[in-house]
């Protein structure tokens, strides 16, 4: 049990989730970033800086830091060790941002961690040139929920870069890059080498860092942050790979080669090489926090058969069936839209995609345009989100006129996507063109991936 100071005597606190949602929602969003590690770093000081309590393993990368999280949370738990997990952004709820033993904190307990730190927020914002944002006031609220618990390892994923992340205030000893890719060009950088400057900032000294395969710009700066901090790189096709995969029902069946072990013939109830990927950097990411000790095969195949992600090719739906994956940059595009046609056997496929402004959307657009046959453009609640008149206007330069349909709202979208899906498969049928099953793949950001999940009814 952590011992955190006295609150001041006027602190506010939260009775119910949806005030704690409020005040945090108050703050500087996540997307507005003045980068400085100096305000998280007064915050966790005056909580004691809990984020020293327990040994942490840091993720960064373009994509599938989340899925690998889950699956490092899931090995680590199948051998008895009590987590804590720092996820973001989230699909459906605050809540599921922060996570120990698996589970994400209860409204009860979310409630609870914010009580316990919102009082020293003010306290940090009056001695600070900028306010706290909602970024660094939730993973204030993670480290100290972790310390509180206390969990014996915390899973930590970046929210965006890596140096001036405020994740970084936490030593990881062990260092997860997955592979970089262009995204947040405005804050990053415009090529990966660039950005990849950015994300060896939490390679830290005597580190373990366990890399994905990069192209070989990213993969040099990578090694000379290494180098520079004294950390270990142990990198995926010398050290460590995928030795073979094939699609099963339910997700895929995979073979590993560990740093000290191979393990064949895994069940892995997720979809794509991507996720086989992202499976081996979790295994390695164990094996390195563990001084290098083979995991065993009971344990890594108990461990992945229970591995979940929501939002990542997750079907909510049947008849037609519907697929919701958060791919939000044209390197996640890419990976979904080849998982589409590795694993499935859909025809048509007819996409819904909202886009955030910010976003690459003629990029995604482009990688998913060989695997839909229409699709229906429509946008999120949010101000961010990207009109779906003018994503429709960059989606018919890359569908042309006739495979694209506009629907501001997105509860009308998926009635048309699904509507389009069953004529789609009921006309081929009858002209001998196609014996597939229609679908619908919802997709384009992380918020509409959420949105169409609640409306749907998805489960965690």
């Known amino acids: 049990m952590t011992d955190f100071p006295a609150p001041p005597a006027d602190a506010r606190r939260a009775e119910t989730f949806h005030e704690a949602e409020d005040a945090l929602l108050s703050r500087w969003p996540e997307t507005r970033l003045e980068p400085s590690l100096d305000r998280i770093a ?31 949370d899931a090995l680590l738990r199948a051998l008895d060790l009590r987590t804590g997990r720092f996820t973001s952004p989230h699909v459906e709820r605050m809540t599921e941002r922060i996570s120990i033993d698996g589970e994400p904190l209860s409204d009860e307990d979310f409630v609870r961690a914010f009580n316990d730190v919102a009082a020293y927020t003010h306290l940090v914002d009056s001695t600070q040139e900028h306010p706290l944002s909602f970024f660094e006031t939730i993973v204030g609220m993670a480290f100290a929920a972790f310390a509180e618990a206390p969990v014996e390892v915390a899973i930590v994923e970046v929210g965006m870069g890596g140096s001036w992340d405020a994740t970084n205030l936490a030593d990881g000893a062990v260092a997860v890059i997955l592979p970089v890719a262009v995204d947040h060009a405005r804050y990053l950088g415009d090529s990966p080498a660039q950005i990849a400057v950015e994300k060896a900032g939490i390679i830290k000294p005597g580190a373990v860092v366990v890399l994905a395969e990069q192209t070989p710009d990213v993969a040099r700066v990578m090694q000379a942050r290494a180098d520079e901090v004294g950390a270990k790189v142990v990198s995926e096709g010398t050290d460590f790979g995928v030795i073979s995969r ?13 740093l000290h072990g191979q393990y064949d013939e895994v069940f892995l109830p997720l979809y794509g090489a991507h996720q086989a990927q992202n499976a081996v950097l979790a295994l390695v990411a164990v094996e390195s926090f563990l001084s290098d000790q083979p995991l065993g095969d009971d344990v890594v195949r ?26 939000h940059n044209p390197h996640g595009a890419e990976a979904a839209a080849a998982a589409l046609e590795d694993s499935f056997a859909f025809d048509p496929v ?8 910010d976003k690459d959307a003629e990029g995604l657009l482009a990688a998913f345009e060989p695997h839909l046959a229409h699709v229906v453009c429509t946008q999120n609640s949010t101000s961010r989100s990207m009109p779906a008149a003018r994503l429709a206007q960059t989606a018919r330069e890359v569908f ?50 959420g949105e169409a999940r609640t409306m749907l009814g998805g489960q965690s």
């Not at 008849?319 to 919701?324: D, G, N, R, W």
């Not at 007819?350 to 402004?357: E, L």
């Not at 789609?424 to 919802?442: C, D, F, H, N, P």
Request: aromatic share 2%; proline share 5%; glycine share 12%.
């Open 42 to 72: 007064a915050f966790t000081e005056i909580l004691g800086d809990p984020q020293t309590a327990y040994p942490v393993i840091h993720l960064t990368g373009t994509n599938g830091k989340t899925s690998t999280s889950r699956m490092i």
């Open 246 to 258: 094939s699609p099963a029902v339910g997700g895929q069946v995979v073979s590993l080669r560990g």
């Open 302 to 327: 108990a461990a992945f058969a229970e591995v979940t992600s929501p939002g990542r090719l997750e079907i909510v739906r049947r008849s037609p069936t519907i697929l919701l994956d958060a791919a």
């Open 350 to 357: 007819i996409g819904v995609i909202g886009v955030m402004s």
């Open 400 to 449: 042309g006129d006739n495979r694209v349909t506009v629907e501001p709202r997105l509860d009308a979208a998926l009635d048309q996507a699904a509507a389009l899906a069953e004529a789609g498969e009921v006309l081929g049928r009858a002209t001998g063109q196609s014996i597939g099953t229609g679908a619908v793949l919802v997709t384009g950001s992380v918020v509409t991936v």
